[in-house]
Nanobody, 119 residues
Framework: QVQVVESGGGLVQPGESLRLSCGASGKISSIYAMGWYRQAPGKQRELVAVITSGTSTNYADSVKGRFTISRDNAKNTMYLQMNSLKPEDTAVYSC?????????????WGQGTQVTVSS
């Protein structure tokens, strides 16, 4: 079994920064792609950023230049550095992790962490 846990959310003012973390633990042989998604009230979940095992990255247009995704493979952890936050960034942020356990590859999700940007 694999557990995925996010942390780092909170309430900040516009223009401020937050750093989210997503850690995976359990029966892990290797981790492939990792991604951040968010869902605001009344809206569909959207991709924020993704990072491959080779550290290639991709971002939603709305966060390019403000958010940075990274990973520490030794810690099975992914980060999302969010700068210049805007009220429209308010959402529940969730991460997913593609994990190989033995011969099986599965995608696991965390429970989500709330990010609120408000003055």
């Amino acid at each position: 079994q694999v557990q995925v846990v996010e942390s780092g959310g909170g309430l900040v003012q516009p223009g401020e920064s937050l750093r989210l973390s997503c850690g995976a633990s359990g029966k892990i042989s290797s981790i492939y792609a990792m991604g951040w998604y968010r869902q605001a009230p009344g809206k569909q979940r959207e991709l924020v950023a993704v990072i491959t095992s080779g550290t290639s990255t991709n971002y939603a247009d709305s966060v390019k230049g403000r958010f940075t995704i990274s990973r520490d493979n030794a810690k099975n952890t992914m980060y999302l550095q969010m700068n210049s936050l805007k009220p429209e960034d308010t959402a529940v942020y969730s991460c997913n992790v593609d994990v190989k356990s033995g011969d099986v590859v599965r995608r696991y999700w965390g429970q989500g962490t709330q990010v609120t940007v408000s003055s």
